[in-house]
């Protein structure tokens, strides 16, 4: 994870870009790739556009997670951990329905 990031970093660093990466752009990124992800979907079944779309599918999923692990560096947080921690969260929330 940290030799993904830093790869990031230096892909940004070599093209000026860090101006542009503050949490609150970072996190505006999120969503219209996110939305261009959904762009893919439009219009078609899920196993039409992943017949028809799957590159540009697995392209904007590529997006969004470069942005989710940018932001995460931004916050000084590792993605990861903070999944986990949220899936416990969930745990909590969402508990297992017991058998009658």
């Not at 261009?36 to 779309?53: K, P, Y």
Request: proline residues 2%; aromatic residues 8%.
């Amino acid at each position: 994870m940290k030799e993904i990031i830093q790869d990031l970093q230096q892909f940004s660093n070599n093209r000026g870009w860090n101006g542009n990466h503050d949490a609150r752009s970072l996190a505006i990124s999120i969503s219209l790739e996110a939305s261009e992800l959904l762009e893919c979907f439009q219009w078609r079944s899920g196993e039409e556009a992943i017949t028809h779309d799957k590159q540009a599918i697995i392209d904007e999923m590529a997006d969004v997670f470069i942005y989710l692990l940018q932001l995460s560096d931004v916050l000084g947080e590792d993605l990861i951990m903070s999944a986990r921690d949220k899936m416990k969260k969930n745990a909590i929330k969402y508990p297992v329905p017991s058998k009658i």
